[in-house]
């Protein structure tokens, strides 16, 4: 369906805006029709994840965590050769590519072999929106194997690439001691990146902990809100809407304040999850929206116009309600969005 065409749509969201006055913003309507059109084009842009990690880290796991779907197969592999596999899905009508790249980090006989394997990759890979480097977490070192797939992945899409990249740790549950491991891994890797793309881009790379086998880390913190958002910060700009809208159906909004705030510690200022909330759904807590916010903002410019609006045209809870009139995947989109400032 093309919304800006349905003429029975347009004329639904003219009745649902009949009685608004607009003073304050005349161009409301044309806003949220090219904000609508934005999401649109997005549906028929697809997004690209790389994959790089030793055989067996839980690379295919966490990419299912994240997306809610067993779309990579995961359990014992035996590498016997270095090559780039690429595999299509669709969430939502909206197409993705996962890119694994098995045997990069591994210690086997190829070894050598790296500018092969460059124009391998060069060759097969056109785009890339996000760069998962995922370890496991109860490992000390960062392996040379690590640190050969390191650069080769700078060689082949050059430094910049990391600018979308986030560091993966899992089997959390796995350390001996969480916090003070994950800190001292997580320098240890960005210091071995920092040799392609210097301290200030290494730096910004966030990590993350994830327990595949558990919802929650030992700090018992839920892990995957923040996996979440933090691969949607680091998305390229291009492929950052049709990722959000190909998990929109799973994130929820929460993130409500609290009456009585601990401003100490601002990620407890959330409502309890619904009781009927599937284990698999997201819940944000409120940094994590603010992030998702800014995100967005970035962009789609138009965003922050039309939501800052919202609140003074329409004074209540009018994103559910547009949402549903325009339905499906780019309604529930909306929805989500229009929440984040209500
Ligand atoms: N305890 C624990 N087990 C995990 C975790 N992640 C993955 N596993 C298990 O580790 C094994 C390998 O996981 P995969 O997700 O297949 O790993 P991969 O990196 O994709 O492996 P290859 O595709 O073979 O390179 C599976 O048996 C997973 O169930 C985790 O966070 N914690
Ligand atoms: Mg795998």
Redesign the pocket.
């Known amino acids: 369906m093309n919304i800006t065409k349905d003429n029975n749509l347009i004329n639904n969201l003219k009745n649902l805006f009949s009685s608004i006055d607009y003073k304050t913003y005349p161009s409301f309507i044309d806003d949220l029709f090219s904000l609508i059109k934005s999401l649109q084009k997005s549906r028929n842009q697809s997004f690209v994840f790389l994959?790089v990690?030793?055989?067996?880290?839980?690379?295919?796991?966490?990419?299912?965590s994240l997306m809610g779907e067993p779309i990579?197969?995961?359990?014992?592999?035996?590498?016997t050769t270095m090559e780039v596999q690429s595999y299509e899905h669709e969430i939502n009508g909206i197409k993705f590519t996962i890119v694994?790249t098995?045997g990069l980090c591994?210690d086997i006989p190829e070894k050598g072999n790296d500018q092969k394997y460059i124009e391998l990759i060069r060759n097969k890979v056109k785009q890339i929106d996000s760069l998962c480097f995922?370890t496991?977490l109860d490992e000390t070192r960062v392996s040379p194997d690590e640190r050969r797939g390191i650069e080769v992945i700078s060689e082949a899409f050059t430094p910049e690439i990391w600018k979308h990249s986030v560091i993966i740790f899992?089997?959390?549950?796995?350390a001996n001691d969480y916090l003070i491991d994950l800190q001292e891994r997580t320098k240890r890797i960005q210091y071995a990146i920092a040799k392609y793309t210097g301290d200030e881009v290494a730096s910004t790379i966030p990590s993350i902990a994830?327990?595949?086998?558990?919802q929650t880390t030992p700090d018992g913190k839920r892990w995957l809100e923040e996996l979440y958002t933090q691969i949607f910060k680091r998305m390229s700009d291009r492929g950052a809407l049709p990722f959000f809208l190909a998990t929109v159906t799973r994130i929820k909004k929460t993130g409500k304040k609290r009456k009585k705030q601990t401003q100490k510690n601002p990620s407890e200022n959330y409502e309890p999850n619904d009781a009927n909330d599937n284990e698999s759904d997201i819940n944000f807590n409120s940094q994590q929206r603010e992030d998702i916010k800014t995100k967005l903002f970035s962009v789609v410019p138009i965003l922050e116009k039309i939501c800052g609006s919202l609140g003074s045209i329409f004074g209540g809870s009018i994103g559910k309600t547009i949402g549903e009139t325009i339905g499906g995947v780019i309604g529930h989109g909306l929805d989500f969005i229009f929440s984040l400032f209500s």
């Open positions: 994959l990690g030793r055989t067996g880290v839980g690379k295919s796991s966490t990419i299912n990579c197969t995961t359990g014992d592999y035996d590498p694994d098995p591994d995922v496991r899992t089997s959390a549950n796995r994830v327990d595949n086998k558990n």
